[in-house]
């Protein structure tokens, strides 16, 4: 995704995906009807990962088509748009290291309410999302 850092409602986007807590992401059913789900996601200035279960639907349908929208939540009046579409991959466990310390780092208080670990979690969701962003739609 290129952030246009002459745009400030990009500028804006970019912070918030450091920040927030919640990425709602969309796939795409069988049928073709849209999947659409919050979830738990880091940004690394270049890519989204995502933690999921391994019988999730979101999953199913990536296996079938990788393409997807995430979208941030709005403000209360509704502005604040950030939608982005790109292309998801699900990683092998070997690359994931880096990532399980990171959603530590950000997840940690959640995780431990939830009465896991960063082990238990990873085991219960235990496919990694990767998505590459191709544009971004702010208003």
């Known amino acids: 995704m290129l952030i246009d850092r002459d745009n400030p409602k990009h500028m804006q986007v970019e912070q918030r995906l450091w920040n927030e807590q919640i990425l709602w992401i969309a796939s795409v059913r ?3 009807r849209p999947h659409l789900v919050p979830v738990w996601y880091l940004w690394d200035g270049e890519a989204f990962y995502i933690f999921s279960q ?6 199913a349908n990536l ?16 502005e604040e748009v950030a939608i982005i579409e790109g292309q998801a991959k699900l990683l092998p466990r070997p690359e994931w290291p880096d990532i399980l310390q990171a959603y ?17 979690m990873a085991a219960d969701y235990s496919l990694l999302i990767r998505v590459t962003p191709h544009k971004l739609l702010a208003w």
């Open 30 to 32: 069988p049928e073709g």
């Open 54 to 59: 391994s019988k999730a639907q979101k999953i």
């Open 63 to 78: 296996r079938r088509n990788p393409r997807v929208t995430l979208a941030l939540n709005t403000s209360p009046e509704g």
């Open 104 to 120: 530590q780092d950000k997840y940690g208080d959640q995780i431990k309410a939830f009465g896991w670990t960063m082990e238990t």
